[in-house]
């Protein structure tokens, strides 16, 4: 006789399980169509991306756990857990099909029989006990460990015990089988044949009331997923597979023309897959230990705003639902989100990058800042001279638009603005024309420009900010007015390539400019620097001694991907091994200066500044080089309050490269 097992044996009225499947199905049904209801309340938003690359990102993220797996401990307990659902249900699903399919198809006839049956078996006791040791890991963890990031409420407590519950009693059901009936082939049901000994030899009642109890159990979970923390199964998968694939810097343009509401002041003012982000949540934490303006003790968490949001959700929901407009309900911002958390971010996307399941963080905050600046008038007073500059003079500074290329006075560089000609325009930005520190980084591109015969002009007293700014700071209006102003200027003046020194600029002409018709094919200098040594237009010396090491600029690096043109840049004019810092590439930690925080003054908790420039002190480094002017106005001042400014010296890239361009 073939290794087999009847599915109902032992159990009587075993037709009472598909009504109370039913039931189960009609309280996990209901609950997400409640959650997508609750969606359909923000307002519309296009999903782009074609379909073969949303497929492979759940392949990859959602079923592989492509970054959850970025961190191992915590990955890996993960994984068991996921492993052990996914196999079990897979199982479950082949046992009720063999029962109630393959029978009607063929008879009494099974599949389920033989060596199938035997690995099937061994399998999922494996399978089983992966889970049950996920599941006491985490517990473990959680309340155990208790790391800062992980909040702790009732439903974590009755999920893990219930999943625990359910995998127990199904080990339960399976040893008290095998004690009643002692099949020959028990000892490929590894885990129920070395449980068999706790039941009575021959003994069936056992078997009857756990089979029962492990099915209501079962049951009953998958009629609470939809309204617990576990419908993230459902809805971070989705949230993958929606997921943008824009670069994390690209904001959303407000139809200024169109629009009757600018940003977010009520929940249903975000889009629907704003929405959707916030259930895909895990409350993980990852956004949380990577944020700047959290480490720094500042109010800000990326995880609380979205668990703030989400609260926020399910409590109007079913208000909207109902016809209430909420127009006479309290601000998001001041009650479910305090100004003190949306004003802190630096947008540095270090939270996105951390994300799991690809939640946008920034773009919630950024539409909060816009309900506040545009519609409110709300905002730091130190941004009304920023606001007014840029509105004024074009640049955030202040200073009259008219010295804007003051910082070029004799040199050889070609100005576009008084009728000259150049095949690439280089913006130089509201940084390299009026911060006396970066106008240095200026000229010395000149000089490497001029070394390598480059056909570079600026625009001179015509350019203006890029609006990059204002963009992050939520002044929308002010943004797109500066933008279509120099989109325009460059297509009068037939631009068509542009480089720049600034990731801010970079990423803003690069990425959002398009959403204005403003289509350029633009560089930062730090590609050109790269390309032009790799072609030998430049010729350098290797005969730096220093000990230098690199930061990545955030807006460079996760906004733009450019991680290894700098460090080859570097390599190239060092004769000492590039020391990398202990938070690098994709988890570098934020100057503190993006997301229009170089505007704001930094009073509560520690300067972000400070902290990035302790890992600098602490590389051993000589030089901190950067390829960002925000950056190094910061680490400039990390160096002074460290009392560092004669040990350590902080450098564009551009300036290293100058000062090693053989004579």
């Avoid at 989400?310 to 909420?326: F, M, V, Y």
Wanted: glycine share 6%.
């Amino acid at each position: 006789m073939p290794a087999s097992r009847e599915v109902f044996w032992n159990i009587s009225y075993n037709f009472l399980m598909y009504p109370l499947m039913v039931v189960a199905l009609v309280f996990f049904f209901y609950g997400f169509y409640r959650r997508i209801k609750y969606w359909k309340l923000g307002q519309q938003e296009e999903i782009t991306g074609t379909v073969l690359a949303r497929i492979k990102s759940l392949l990859v993220y959602a079923i592989g756990q492509g970054r959850i797996l970025k961190e191992k401990y915590p990955g890996l307990i993960h994984l068991s857990i996921f492993i052990g659902f996914v196999f079990l249900f897979i199982g479950t699903v082949i046992v009720s099909f063999d029962y109630d399919i393959w029978h009607l198809l063929f008879g009494q006839s099974s599949f389920l029989i033989g060596d199938f049956y035997l690995i099937f078996s061994v399998v999922l006791d494996i399978v089983g006990v992966m889970a049950i040791i996920g599941i006491l890991a985490a517990a473990f963890r959680r309340y155990i460990q208790r790391p800062e990031r992980l909040n702790n409420v009732f439903d974590d407590a009755l999920i893990l015990f219930w999943v625990l519950f359910i995998l127990i009693t199904g080990f339960l059901v399976e040893a008290s089988r095998i004690a009643a009936l002692d099949p020959p082939w028990k000892n490929w049901s590894v885990i129920g044949s070395a449980m068999a000994g706790i039941f009575p030899a021959g003994e069936t009642s056992w078997h009857r009331i756990f089979w029962w109890v492990h099915l209501v159990a079962a049951f009953g979970f998958i009629a609470y997923i939809p309204y617990s923390r576990l419908k993230h199964i459902f809805t971070s998968a989705l949230n993958i597979y929606l997921r943008s694939f824009e670069p994390i810097g690209v904001l959303k343009p407000i139809d200024i023309e169109k629009a009757e509401v600018f940003g977010a002041s009520k929940i249903n003012d975000f889009t629907w897959k704003h929405l959707l982000d916030l259930d895909a949540c895990t409350s993980c934490g990852r956004c949380q230990d990577q944020c700047p303006a959290y480490i720094s003790e500042k109010p800000l968490s990326p995880k609380k705003v979205i668990l703030d949001l989400l609260d926020n959700l399910n409590e109007k929901a079913p208000l909207l639902l109902k016809g209430d407009k909420l127009e006479s309900d309290q601000p998001l911002v001041g009650f479910a989100v305090q100004a003190d958390e949306i004003w802190s971010c630096t947008t540095c996307g270090a939270c996105v990058e951390a994300c799991p399941v690809f939640i946008n963080h920034i773009d919630k905050i950024v539409e909060l800042r816009r309900d506040r600046v545009l519609m409110e008038g709300d905002f730091p007073t130190e941004l009304n001279q920023t606001f007014k500059g840029m509105e004024n003079n074009f640049n955030p500074w202040g200073i009259g638009f008219s010295s804007r290329a003051d910082w070029a006075e004799g040199l050889d560089i070609k100005r576009l603005d008084k009728g000259e000609k150049a095949e690439i325009l280089w913006f130089v930005g509201c940084a390299g024309s009026y911060d006396d520190r970066i106008k240095k980084v200026s000229q010395s591109f000149v000089k490497i420009l001029t070394a390598a015969n480059m056909d570079v002009g600026i625009l001179g007293t015509e350019e203006k900010c890029c609006g990059e700014t204002a963009r992050r700071l939520g002044n929308e209006y002010l943004a797109q007015t500066l933008m279509e102003m120099n989109i325009e200027l460059f297509n009068e003046m037939g631009i068509k390539k542009i480089v720049t020194f600034c990731p801010h600029c970079y990423n803003t002409l690069k990425d959002e400019y398009p959403q204005f018709n403003g289509n350029f094919e633009v560089m930062h200098s730090s590609e050109l620097l790269a390309e032009l040594i790799e072609s030998g237009k430049i010729k350098l010396n290797n005969n730096n001694e220093q000990k230098i090491t690199y930061h990545d600029s955030c807006y460079l690096g996760r906004y733009s991907n450019i991680y290894q043109q700098p460090r080859d840049v570097i390599n190239r004019i060092c004769s000492n091994p590039l020391i990398e810092l202990k938070r690098n590439k994709n988890r570098s930690l934020c100057c503190g200066a993006g997301g229009g925080r170089m505007w704001l003054e930094e009073t509560i908790g520690e300067r972000i500044n400070n902290i990035r420039t302790d890992d600098v002190l602490e590389s051993g480094a000589n030089i901190v080089a950067s390829a960002c002017p925000y950056c190094l106005t910061m680490f400039t001042d990390g160096l002074k309050d460290r009392e560092a400014i004669d040990k350590v010296a902080a450098m564009d890239i551009i300036e290293l490269v100058a000062q090693a361009i053989a004579n």
